[in-house]
């Protein structure tokens, strides 16, 4: 069931207090629950392992306000932070709010003090702190010194991989993010010192390791509860963290992504059938593309970051009707695209290409009708009913952050980067399925491809769900002058900008409270 997460959830939080917490990763959150009552039991773990699975989905809890410059608590959820980051630079997107932070962010001029980088970088320590402290209790010998045997016992150690994954998930984010963030595990003492820099190479390693570690421990590939990892998500994540090998370590491993990603298409997952139902409010339902979601419930985790915020901050007051809102206040007019991204859509028969307006070119990021919106985000159901949400503009779209589109683009890539002549017929053949999706036949399919279709069917395939920083950087697209968009570096024309924003800085505040921090060259 879609809210099961969250009605465990709420639960969890009335006991715990579920408080704030400091960027130091080896904290203990405050107010938590005693261990011999939260962990007496295979209930009260799984109450717990929800509270390590909702921080995902619920706001300001671990985010102080004042650690982001007193900007709403929407803000803070980690979907809405993570996707700003990785699109607001790029060419796929723009806001027209003018936030603290956002205008930074979409003319790539940000500095150590930018609050939205600040906002991430605290909630993934937040995170990561959050499941170093269900692991802790999650040992063989804590819960055999709780009399808990068995089958109990046994689930209790999934539950523990499956935290070990979350953690690892966000080492990735930041890994991705900002580099060298500071790293703590559930071996590090609580509260004894400092974190400790990681560097980019080894925290690598060490997501490699750990994935590595917990994929035989795992719940078998689509065997989980909806909302749950399991061995799909750990290899899905492994092929990502492959793909991008070389950018993070120098050193390129093609074809370990190609093998992690053959072990997810072996796992039978299917392409949804429709596409435009993969980003609505009942793409729980009938999903066999989905490797793991983030759950969000219109009515049971009221949250304005999100889908909430991708539905609502994509379209004005007046199309509120079109992606099933009714609340009065629904329909914010801030997120719309630059010019490069409907011009990827040659093909007028591509149905990917989910636009409202006129004219897509973009003079003025600050005016939303600037650009065309972008209505790929909808809280209909796949048959265009209403789903009913707090204030009637809460959405109860789930987020996919592995599906079995990315995959088949990652085997693809991988395949043609590591020049693996012997798979490029079958990387062909998913390129075209995902065509013949986007098309309704085979009219689309294509014979050959490069690394330049590839970056092209990633932004068709996956725009606005956050990839796109992650893809331009892969590509040399990003800082480069040599592919331009809309006020990349700050002016209308579009300009270069220095390489050393391949990486965000660490946040000002936690470099001069922790001595062991070195910040990011460049800032």
């Known amino acids: 069931m879609k ?37 007496s039991s295979l209930a009260g773990y799984k109450q ?33 932070l993570y996707w700003n980051l990785q699109e607001m630079p790029t060419d796929e997107a723009a806001n027209a709010w003018g936030d603290r932070g956002l205008v930074d ?49 046994t ?105 992690a990603a053959e072990k997810v298409i072996g796992d039978g997952y299917v392409l949804m059938p429709v596409y435009a139902n993969l980003f609505r409010a009942d793409n729980n339902k009938n999903n066999n593309e989905v490797i793991l979601s983030i759950n969000y419930d219109g009515t049971n985790s009221q ?32 997120n719309h695209s630059r010019d490069n991204l409907p011009a990827l ?38 048959d265009n009913k209403i789903v009913d949400g707090y204030e009637g503009r809460v959405c109860s779209v789930d987020f996919p952050l592995f599906r079995l589109g990315e995959i088949y683009l990652i085997y693809a890539e991988a395949v043609k980067r590591g020049n693996i002549a012997a798979k490029e017929v079958t990387a062909l053949g998913y390129l075209n399925l995902l065509r013949q999706r986007a098309y309704g036949n085979a009219s689309g399919n294509i014979l050959s491809y490069s690394l330049n279709d590839i970056i092209d069917e990633r932004g068709r395939e996956l725009y606005w769900e956050g990839f796109r920083r992650t893809d331009l950087i892969r590509f040399g697209r990003f800082s480069e002058g040599t592919y331009l968009w809309p006020f990349k570096g700050g002016i209308k024309a579009g300009k270069d900008f220095a390489a050393t924003r391949k990486l965000y800085p660490l946040p000002a505040s936690d470099i001069s409270s922790n001595p062991n921090l070195t910040q990011n060259t460049g800032y």
């Open 345 to 382: 859509f040659t093909n007028a028969n591509d149905k990917r290409a989910m636009f409202k307006g006129t004219d897509p070119k973009m003079d003025d990021y600050n005016m939303f009708d600037e650009g065309l919106a972008v209505v790929k985000w909808s809280n209909l159901t796949s």
């Open 3 to 39: 809210s099961l997460i969250y009605k465990i959830f709420a639960v969890t939080m009335l006991a715990t207090g579920f408080g704030s917490c400091k960027n130091d990763l080896d904290l203990k959150p405050t107010n938590d629950i005693t261990s011999d009552v939260a962990y």
């Open 48 to 80: 717990v392992l929800t509270k390590v699975y909702g921080a995902y989905a619920l706001t300001g809890n671990g985010v102080r306000l004042s650690d982001l410059g007193g900007i709403d608590p929407g803000n803070s959820d980690f979907l809405r």
């Open 105 to 153: 962010l979409q003319t790539n001029t940000w500095t150590s003090d930018n609050v939205q980088i600040q906002g991430l970088y605290t909630r993934s320590l937040y995170q990561i702190t959050v499941a170093n402290a269900f692991i802790r209790e999650a040992t063989d010998e804590k819960i055999a010194s709780r009399g808990i045997t068995g089958a109990d016992a």
């Open 155 to 259: 689930q209790i150690k999934y539950f523990a991989a499956e935290a070990r994954f979350l953690r690892a998930f966000q080492y990735w984010v930041l890994l991705d993010v900002f580099g060298n963030p500071p790293f703590v595990t559930e071996a590090d003492a609580i509260g004894k010192n400092l974190p400790k820099q990681i560097s980019r190479k080894a925290l690598f390693d060490y997501i490699v390791s750990e994935l590595t570690a917990i994929e035989p421990l795992m719940v078998d590939a689509r065997k989980n509860e909806y909302g749950r990892a399991d061995k799909g998500a750990v290899n899905a994540l492994l092929a990502r963290l492959y793909l991008n090998a070389e950018v993070y370590t120098g050193q390129a491993k093609y074809a370990e992504a190609v093998a």
């Open 303 to 334: 949250n304005f970051g999100g889908t909430t915020f991708l539905v609502n901050a994509s379209i004005k007051g007046d199309w509120k009707a079109d992606v099933g809102l009714t609340g009065p206040e629904a329909g914010w007019a801030g």
